[in-house]
């Protein structure tokens, strides 16, 4: 989902040449309550939807429970998670499955990534861990093997506490295993696939691409794999979204090279129907902030890129050049020229060393067009065409400057075609208002209005004993 990042904004106006107008509320909403008493979900029957837990239809929300609700736990071994259910009417907080996270791959060993997929086509998504398996040695140290596992999803979710399956690496991979699962549908057949680096004991700056093409067996084997494309090898892989409706699409892959605060580059490996990725990588602009959605209405897949305000604190390097500083641009689908937007200026005095935040794509008004979603120092500002919204939402203590919330993603909830946004706050400073780290206040908007289809917190939340 759009907002999967377990997973991981102005009160001016966003300049965006030509510019039409300016909108929002401009009202803030109570801050949200507990979650309340808790129900299982309705068993579904099956979906298209990679995010729809359940197959009931409606899209569902992850979100983590961090920091004094698990005190037991060491992170990130063990870190509880709970499932929102959507609905005909949006989130509901008080349909939800509470996990932890070191229940699902079957073993004590620690996880170190979640991802979620439909790996064998039988519409109900699966939980794909990460986890550090085992001693192995590697250039004549000891090191961990990093494999992925499957919790297999059904009609009720996956099923905390049963036997994962690992998933068949190549020979090439099966000793250091995998780093970065991701997942996708890379050749546009509708089956979902995974792509990870390959770790490696060579370090020639770049490695190998696995990718493990759908559908898979129950016992952990790909369809078929490929691992003839070689990316920068400490870069972060961000995929393009597989389409809730199902009609597929070659979801391609950008490969953001290692960034030390400052705004580093990016090659993006368009994808195919029926192909898979390209062999090739284009190179794009420098940039921290990414989001793939169909920004200008034509069908195609497009991706954006921008400065999402992090800047390297070493001497002489806290600035970045002109044609990156304050802008995002936005590489057409179909192969034109990127066409170049101003961000607004940070407003005196809140500019910090981390930046706001990133981008997410977002369609809330249902036309098929994506908005970009921007995070600010002072609330979300959705960026659609040339028109630009502000959202806003606070908490109710703490800092004037670290009360707002943070926009978090953007998805259908209640399937009526239209985007929710969706944002979340902490109750304490500390590290969300500097990295935007463990929320435990969320909204998920009414589109771009000052209503809310649910309102939350992680207060009461509890990992199962």
């Not at 295993?177 to 390959?198: E, K």
């Amino acid at each position: 989902m759009k907002s999967r990042t377990i997973l991981p904004a102005i009160a001016v106006c966003v300049v965006l040449a030509p510019l039409t107008g300016c909108g929002g509320t401009g009202h803030t909403t109570p801050a949200p309550g507990a979650a309340g008493a808790s129900r299982e979900p309705a068993p579904g029957k099956g979906s298209k939807d990679p995010d729809d837990i359940n197959g009931d239809g409606y899209r569902d929300l992850m979100v983590p429970i961090p920091g004094k609700n698990q005190p037991a736990v060491k992170q990130p071994d063990g870190r509880p998670f709970a499932v929102i259910y959507g609905s005909a009417k949006g989130p509901d907080p008080s349909t939800r499955t509470l996990y932890n996270s070191r229940e699902l791959p079957g073993s004590p060993n620690e996880i170190v990534d979640l991802d979620v997929a439909d790996l064998d086509s039988d519409g109900f998504p699966d939980f794909v861990t990460t986890v550090r398996d085992k001693y192995v040695p590697n250039k004549g140290a000891d090191d961990h093997r990093t494999a992925p596992y499957v919790a297999w999803g059904g009609p009720s979710g996956p099923k905390a506490g049963g036997k994962a399956t690992p998933v068949r690496l190549p020979r090439s991979a099966s000793k250091l295993g995998l780093d970065q699962v991701v997942r996708g549908d890379f050749d546009g057949d509708g089956h979902q696939d995974l792509a990870a680096h390959a770790r490696t004991e060579l370090s020639e700056g770049k490695s190998p691409l696995v990718v493990l093409y759908g559908p898979f067996t129950r016992s952990g084997a790909p369809a078929r794999t490929d691992t003839s494309l070689s990316v920068p090898q400490e870069g972060d892989l961000v995929v393009d979204d597989v389409a809730p409706s199902g009609k597929p699409h070659a979801t391609s892959l950008l490969v953001h090279d290692l960034s030390d605060g400052e705004q580093s580059g990016n090659t993006l490996y368009p994808a195919r129907r029926g192909t898979g990725l390209s062999a090739s990588g284009k190179r794009l602009r420098p940039g921290n902030a990414h989001a793939f959605g169909d920004f200008d209405g034509d069908g195609l897949r497009d991706v954006a890129v921008g400065d999402d305000g992090s800047r390297n604190d070493e001497p002489g390097s806290e600035t970045e050049a002109p044609e990156v500083d304050g802008s995002l641009d936005v590489y057409p689908g179909s192969g034109g020229k990127p066409v170049k937007h101003r961000l607004p200026e940070v407003p005196e005095g809140k500019g910090t060393d981390y930046g706001p935040g990133g981008f997410s794509a977002a369609d809330p008004d249902g036309d098929g067009r994506d908005g970009i979603l921007v995070a600010t120092y002072e609330d979300a500002t959705l960026m659609d065409g040339d028109k630009r919204t502000r959202v806003l939402r606070e908490g109710d203590k703490g800092s004037a400057e670290c009360r707002h919330a943070r926009p978090a993603g953007a998805d259908d909830f209640d399937a009526d075609g239209k985007d929710e946004l969706i944002l979340n706050w902490a109750s304490s400073d500390g590290l969300f208002c500097l990295y935007g780290e463990d929320p435990t206040h969320w909204w998920i908007t009414d589109g771009t209005t000052s209503r809310d289809k649910a309102s939350f917190t992680v207060k009461g939340l509890a990992p199962r004993s």
